[in-house]
C-alpha cells in the first residue's frame, strides 16, 4: 500500500563513502523530487524528475547524482560523503508539475561520520 | 528568487485556545501549501490553495490565501493535543510550479 517508498530508512556511513539511496512510488505519478531537510528542518528541493527527463538541478554538488530509470523510480547517488551531507533525504512524488501536491516517501537519515 | 518565511517559528498553545501561523512569500505565486510533519515522520500534505481568497478548512484547521499580500494563514480552532506537529507552508513560482519552495516550519506544541 505504501505510495512513496524510499530505502534504506538509515544510513550511517563514514566521509568518502559512495552510496545510494532508492525511491519508487506506485501512485502512477508523473514527476519525482529529492528534498534535503536540514538539521534545522529546512527543507530545500535538490533535484526533480517528469517521466525520466531532469527538469530541476538545484545547485547541489556534483557528488549528488540522481538517476531515473523509469517515472516510477527515481534513485539517489552521493559520491565521496561529506560531514556536511548528514541530513534527511525526502523522495516524493506528484502527479503533475502543476497542481498537485507532493506526495513524500518516509525519509532517509543518512548520517556521516 | 521565492523566498517563503513563517512565523512564528515556535507556538506553544493550550488545549481549547485559539492560534494563527503566517506565512508570507516574496514573489508572485498563484499556489500555496501546506504540509504537516510529526516528528521523525514524512511530511503530509494538508491543504492546496490555488486562487486568491481561497479558503480550505479540515476539522480544527483553515487555511486562506491573499495572494495580493503574498500571505497565507493556517488558523486553529480549540487546538487539541493531536495537533501537536510541525507545520509547513509552500509555495511555487509562477510558471515553474514543479519547484516547491519551503517555508522554515513553525513547531506546534499543544499543552494541556
Known amino acids: 500500500d505504501t505510495a512513496v517508498s524510499q530505502t534504506p530508512k538509515y544510513l550511517v556511513t563514514q566521509m568518502g563513502n559512495d552510496k545510494s539511496i532508492k525511491c519508487e512510488q506506485n501512485l502512477g505519478h508523473d514527476t519525482m523530487y529529492w528534498y534535503k531537510q536540514d538539521s534545522k528542518k529546512f527543507l530545500k528541493i535538490m533535484f526533480s524528475?517528469?517521466?525520466?527527463?531532469?527538469?530541476i538541478n538545484e545547485t547541489v554538488p556534483n557528488r549528488f547524482s540522481p538517476k531515473s530509470p523509469d517515472k516510477a523510480h527515481l534513485n539517489l547517488h552521493i559520491n565521496s560523503l561529506e560531514l556536511g551531507d548528514s541530513a534527511v533525504y525526502f523522495c516524493a512524488s506528484s502527479q503533475n508539475q502543476l497542481l498537485a501536491p507532493l506526495h513524500f516517501g518516509n525519509g532517509t537519515r543518512l548520517t556521516v561520520t | 528568487e521565492l523566498k517563503v518565511e513563517q512565523n512564528p517559528l515556535f507556538l506553544s498553545m493550550q488545549e481549547g485556545k485559539n492560534y494563527t501561523i503566517y506565512c508570507n512569500y516574496s514573489?508572485?505565486?498563484?499556489?500555496l501549501y501546506w504540509y504537516r510533519q510529526d516528528p521523525g515522520k514524512s511530511l503530509e500534505s494538508l491543504f492546496v490553495?490555488?486562487?486568491?481568497?481561497a479558503v480550505k478548512q479540515e476539522g480544527r484547521l483553515m487555511a486562506s490565501l491573499d495572494t495580493k499580500a503574498r500571505l497565507s494563514t493556517l488558523h486553529i480552532t480549540a487546538a487539541v493535543h493531536d495537533l501537536s506537529a510541525t507545520y509547513f507552508c509552500?509555495?511555487?513560482?509562477?510558471?515553474?510550479?514543479?519547484?516547491?519552495?519551503f517555508g522554515t516550519g513553525t513547531r506546534l506544541q499543544v499543552t494541556l
Open positions: 490553495l490555488l486562487s486568491n481568497g
Open positions: 514573489t508572485t505565486s498563484d499556489r
Open positions: 509552500a509555495a511555487a513560482n509562477t510558471g515553474t510550479a514543479s519547484k516547491l519552495t
Open positions: 524528475y517528469n517521466n525520466k527527463e531532469l527538469i
